[in-house]
């Protein structure tokens, strides 16, 4: 092999760590981060938020015993309906947005006017906690309800009296959605795993379709198209296909707790997109927020709140997005578009002041003298070629005397830099330029005793172990009668045995180990 010419050498850098990529921000990232999060404190237990249909789009926050209704706006609270004698659970807006339906801890739902803030209807049917009510996206005379009892139901809003009551489920009712294309459809998820597709033009009221999400179902939705769900348990996100009978499409498992609601928000071209596209928000106990999408089947956004995560909802127009927390605080997000910038740019001027032109500089061309006198601080024109140094790379000791071919000073000197990842890359150098071997037979005593209590210390360590086992190997072969002349390379000797054996102990009780766990993954994974 032909050594490297002096003048071309460059620093032995150790090839054991990998440089950190930095992440590159994409148009989605920066879409989403155009939200403007604004805190609203002071709140106890947030268990729901949606917004309002209507043009002004406010947005309800279920907490405590309390139903407020926020400007999406200003964030500041419009109205607060209190007719509760337990903990409100659910809100939901009517398709008009004038009414608003909401669910209590004891069981009852209570229908309001979000002009009179009165209750209108009150509808006492289940036995225990409702925790999901929801007016269909096409019907203002019905609502769906579910709830501790594992009971759903469908109710008539005028008459104040259940249509049907569905049986199936054999836990808790935590969640439900209504189709975005069909008024009579609409879904339920629950503890027992499962979510189920009911259909209130079938006769018998049996679920017309049932998926397993394996986990607890904490969030289901419809997506746009109507013929695709989306399931929140666990620590995944699940997409399933209606239209083919419940095939599993996908599963997103980004967090690492329990994501606890999921939500569509809509993205315009300014994120990346050639035309508007939906995403799926899901939010978790890990304190983060997910973009996903499901188009692409991939998550293109992660941002980290400072709390546990329960709540989330997006408003119609894709202009504000809301977040509940376990601690009491809803991350409210507005995004300013350019229009409103500018709007309020313009606003705070009492008068407009004219621009002042700025006077033209002469166009130094290559026959002016100032045109080579221009200096550090101009301007390059497009045309115009940057010439640059070259840049000295800065060699440490060991490099430098691997650039003179000095080997065994090389060696001498990185052992005495105590720097593990150095003095194996150096080694690795030596063995590329085939000089390890000398340089080991050259060491006199004290230099051998260094490279005795390097491999003493590091030759059991997994990251070095390949090279640094052979080095060992050879040296012991090699410098035998230096060995065994000395007491002090005996006892680095008799420590280095006792690492090896240390390390041949560990290594056999994780493989027993191994053997003991991997029959039980086995069975648990034919389960």
């Given at each position: 092999?032909?050594?490297?010419?002096?003048?071309?050498?460059?620093?032995?850098?150790?090839?054991?760590?990998?440089?950190?990529?930095?992440?590159?921000?994409?148009?989605?990232?920066?879409?989403?981060?155009?939200?403007?999060?604004?805190?609203?404190?002071?709140?106890?237990?947030?268990?729901?938020?949606?917004?309002?249909?209507?043009?002004?789009?406010?947005?309800?926050?279920?907490?405590?015993?309390?139903?407020?209704?926020?400007?999406?706006?200003?964030?500041?609270?419009?109205?607060?309906?209190?007719?509760?004698?337990?903990?409100?659970?659910?809100?939901?807006?009517?398709?008009?947005?004038?009414?608003?339906?909401?669910?209590?801890?004891?069981?009852?739902?209570?229908?309001?006017?979000?002009?009179?803030?009165?209750?209108?209807?009150?509808?006492?049917?289940?036995?225990?906690?409702?925790?999901?009510?929801?007016?269909?996206?096409?019907?203002?005379?019905?609502?769906?309800?579910?709830?501790?009892?594992?009971?759903?139901?469908?109710?008539?809003?005028?008459?104040?009296?259940?249509?049907?009551?569905?049986?199936?489920?054999?836990?808790?009712?935590?969640?439900?959605?209504?189709?975005?294309?069909?008024?009579?459809?609409?879904?339920?998820?629950?503890?027992?795993?499962?979510?189920?597709?009911?259909?209130?033009?079938?006769?018998?009221?049996?679920?017309?379709l049932e998926v397993n999400h394996r986990k607890p179902v904490e969030d289901v939705i419809f997506l746009p198209s109507g013929g695709v769900i989306?399931?929140?348990?666990?620590?995944?996100?699940?997409?399933?296909?209606?239209?083919?009978?419940?095939?599993?499409?996908?599963?997103?498992?980004?967090?690492?707790?329990?994501?606890?609601?999921?939500?569509?928000?809509?993205?315009?071209?300014?994120?990346?997109?050639?035309?508007?596209?939906?995403?799926?928000?899901?939010?978790?106990?890990?304190?983060?927020?997910?973009?996903?999408?499901?188009?692409?089947?991939?998550?293109?956004?992660?941002?980290?709140?400072?709390?546990?995560?329960?709540?989330?909802?997006?408003?119609?127009?894709?202009?504000?997005?809301?977040?509940?927390?376990?601690?009491?605080?809803?991350?409210?997000?507005?995004?300013?578009?350019?229009?409103?910038?500018?709007?309020?740019?313009?606003?705070?001027?009492?008068?407009?002041?004219?621009?002042?032109?700025?006077?033209?500089?002469?166009?130094?061309?290559?026959?002016?003298?100032?045109?080579?006198?221009?200096?550090?601080?101009?301007?390059?024109?497009?045309?115009?070629?940057?010439?640059?140094?070259?840049?000295?790379?800065?060699?440490?000791?060991?490099?430098?005397?691997?650039?003179?071919?000095?080997?065994?000073?090389?060696?001498?000197?990185?052992?005495?830099?105590?720097?593990?990842?150095?003095?194996?890359?150096?080694?690795?150098?030596?063995?590329?330029?085939?000089?390890?071997?000398?340089?080991?037979?050259?060491?006199?005593?004290?230099?051998?005793?260094?490279?005795?209590?390097?491999?003493?210390?590091?030759?059991?360590?997994?990251?070095?172990?390949?090279?640094?086992?052979?080095?060992?190997?050879?040296?012991?072969?090699?410098?035998?009668?230096?060995?065994?002349?000395?007491?002090?390379?005996?006892?680095?000797?008799?420590?280095?045995?006792?690492?090896?054996?240390?390390?041949?102990?560990?290594?056999?009780?994780?493989?027993?180990?191994?053997?003991?766990?991997?029959?039980?993954?086995?069975?648990?994974?034919?389960?």
């Amino acid at each position: 092999m032909a050594e490297p010419h002096p003048s071309k050498a460059f620093p032995v850098k150790p090839k054991l760590k990998s440089k950190p990529r930095t992440p590159k921000q994409t148009p989605e990232s920066k879409y989403w981060s155009s939200f403007k999060t604004h805190q609203i404190p002071g709140l106890i237990s947030v268990r729901s938020l949606s917004f309002s249909p209507s043009l002004a789009h406010p947005f309800a926050v279920a907490h405590s015993a309390h139903l407020s209704i926020y400007s999406s706006e200003t964030f500041s609270v419009t109205s607060t309906i209190s007719f509760f004698k337990d903990t409100v659970t659910c809100a939901s807006f009517r398709s008009d947005g004038r009414l608003i339906a909401a669910s209590e801890s004891s069981g009852r739902i209570q229908v309001f006017d979000l002009n009179s803030r009165g209750p209108l209807r009150k509808l006492e049917s289940h036995s225990r906690p409702v925790r999901f009510v929801q007016f269909p996206l096409l019907d203002r005379f019905h609502l769906i309800s579910g709830g501790d009892d594992a009971l759903v139901k469908y109710w008539d809003v005028a008459g104040e009296t259940p249509i049907s009551e569905l049986r199936g489920h054999k836990d808790y009712v935590r969640c439900g959605d209504s189709s975005p294309v069909n008024l009579d459809t609409f879904v339920t998820g629950s503890y027992d795993h499962t979510v189920k597709l009911w259909d209130m033009r079938v006769a018998d009221r049996r679920p017309m379709l049932e998926v397993n999400h394996r986990k607890p179902v904490e969030d289901v939705i419809f997506l746009p198209s109507g013929g695709v769900i989306a399931t929140a348990g666990g620590n995944s996100v699940k997409l399933w296909d209606l239209l083919s009978g419940g095939k599993l499409l996908f599963s997103m498992e980004s967090h690492n707790k329990t994501v606890t609601s999921i939500c569509v928000g809509r993205i315009g071209r300014d994120a990346g997109d050639e035309s508007e596209q939906s995403r799926i928000l899901s939010v978790g106990l890990d304190g983060y927020m997910k973009v996903f999408d499901y188009a692409n089947m991939r998550v293109t956004h992660s941002m980290r709140f400072p709390a546990p995560l329960v709540s989330a909802a997006f408003s119609p127009d894709s202009s504000t997005r809301v977040i509940g927390s376990s601690n009491g605080i809803v991350f409210a997000g507005k995004r300013k578009t350019k229009e409103k910038e500018k709007e309020e740019s313009e606003s705070r001027l009492f008068w407009r002041i004219a621009p002042v032109e700025q006077p033209k500089r002469k166009v130094l061309r290559p026959s002016y003298y100032r045109y080579f006198q221009r200096g550090q601080g101009e301007k390059p024109s497009e045309g115009d070629y940057l010439v640059m140094k070259p840049k000295r790379a800065k060699l440490t000791e060991h490099d430098k005397l691997l650039k003179k071919f000095r080997h065994r000073e090389a060696l001498v000197s990185v052992l005495g830099s105590k720097n593990p990842e150095n003095v194996v890359a150096v080694m690795e150098e030596l063995v590329a330029r085939r000089k390890l071997v000398t340089c080991i037979t050259n060491l006199d005593v004290g230099e051998l005793e260094l490279l005795m209590m390097f491999l003493q210390k590091y030759c059991t360590v997994p990251r070095y172990s390949s090279l640094l086992f052979k080095v060992t190997k050879r040296v012991i072969q090699m410098r035998a009668d230096d060995i065994r002349a000395s007491v002090s390379f005996k006892s680095h000797i008799r420590n280095l045995k006792r690492s090896v054996e240390e390390e041949l102990r560990i290594q056999r009780s994780l493989l027993q180990i191994q053997g003991i766990i991997t029959p039980l993954l086995n069975s648990a994974g034919r389960r």
